[in-house]
């Protein structure tokens, strides 16, 4: 199928923009063009106007900040797999770039339209989460913050309003101390996840952020992260982590199949031994 006629604009910068998708309730947002394409083509998104946000210089800024890195939403993932762009991640986002889909789709695809697509398989929604990333959101009416946790809501849903653009995503520099690891499962290389896992662990805080991706909903961020070593996170957490308990917490969160519980554990005790 092809699409149904839309009007194209592609403005040059962020208040043209801005006013466009203010201006039309029916107009979307395009940026790498990987998801809504096809979207276009099946028919599923029949805009009345597309805003291609690619020339806008200000969305394809990268730059340290204090304590984090701000990379603009039109930054894809191969300017990060090239290293193009600052890293305060120790090289765990460089890693899960270079492992999205195929270089072709890494030439176009952008974080602000991984993130906002929240498609629940997408590496960025889980990778970020777990990295406690912030994105920001611009419109006519203002600015504002909001953490990746609440950002995502559900499956292909996001708390982006009509006429709000995601114009940076906010990384906080990863600890000395922090060990990283991230693990996903393909049926096939190259295609969507069916199981994912990233985790940011710091024996000497003993504190983790642990998040479970790939579900039919938002992804789940692991609430008392100690609970699945036994009460207490420390430098033996590889052979601490109680997988009866990652069973328990992933029935609770209403993955009813045994089967599919299974493969959610044994992909987070696989990220547990590549962070250790
Ligand atoms: C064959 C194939 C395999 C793939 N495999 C993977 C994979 O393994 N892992 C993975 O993570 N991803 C995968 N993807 C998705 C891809 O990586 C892109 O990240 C994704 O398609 C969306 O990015 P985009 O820039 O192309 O957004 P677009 O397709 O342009 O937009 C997607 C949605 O986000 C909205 N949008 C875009 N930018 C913004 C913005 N700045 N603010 C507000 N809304 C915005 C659009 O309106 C649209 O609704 C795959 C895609 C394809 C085609």
């Keep these: 199928m092809k699409p149904a006629p839309f009007d194209y604009a592609r403005p040059r910068d962020l208040d043209a923009a801005l006013t466009l ?13 990987q998801s809504l394409g096809p979207m276009l083509n099946l028919r599923l ?4 106007q597309i805003v291609d946000i690619t020339a806008i210089d200000e969305l394809k800024l990268a730059e340290i900040s204090g304590d984090e890195l701000v990379l603009g939403a039109c930054i894809t993932h191969a300017d ?26 890494r030439n176009r695809g952008t974080l602000g339209g991984s993130l906002s697509h929240a498609d629940p398989a997408a590496d ?20 504002r913050q909001v953490a990746l946790g609440d950002f995502i809501v559900g499956a292909l849903q ?26 996903k499962t393909c049926r ?39 609970e699945l070593f036994g009460g207490r996170i420390d430098a033996n957490y590889k052979t601490t982590f109680d997988v009866r ?11 009813v199949d045994a089967a599919q519980r299974h493969i959610h554990v044994t992909v987070m005790q696989r990220a547990l031994r590549e962070a250790a």
């Design 21 to 33: 998708l203010g201006n039309n309730a029916s107009a979307k947002v395009m940026a790498g063009g």
């Design 45 to 48: 998104a029949q805009p009345e």
């Design 80 to 105: 990060i797999e090239d290293g193009r762009v600052p890293d305060v991640t120790g090289g765990a986002m460089r890693g899960v770039a270079a492992n999205i889909a195929y270089r072709a789709v």
């Design 124 to 143: 960025w929604v889980s990778v970020l989460t777990a990295l406690d990333a912030r994105v920001a959101l611009r419109s006519t009416s203002g600015v």
């Design 158 to 183: 996001s708390c982006l309003k009509s006429g709000e653009l995601v114009t940076a995503v906010h990384v906080p520099k990863r600890a000395a101390t922090a060990q990283w690891g991230y693990i």
């Design 188 to 226: 096939k290389t190259g295609e969507f996840a069916h199981g994912q896992c990233a985790v940011l662990i710091d024996p000497t805080t003993a504190s983790a952020r642990i998040v479970i991706g790939a579900l039919d909903a938002a992804p789940v961020v692991v609430a008392e992260p100690a």
């Design 245 to 255: 308990v990652a069973d328990r917490l992933l029935g609770d969160a209403g993955i």
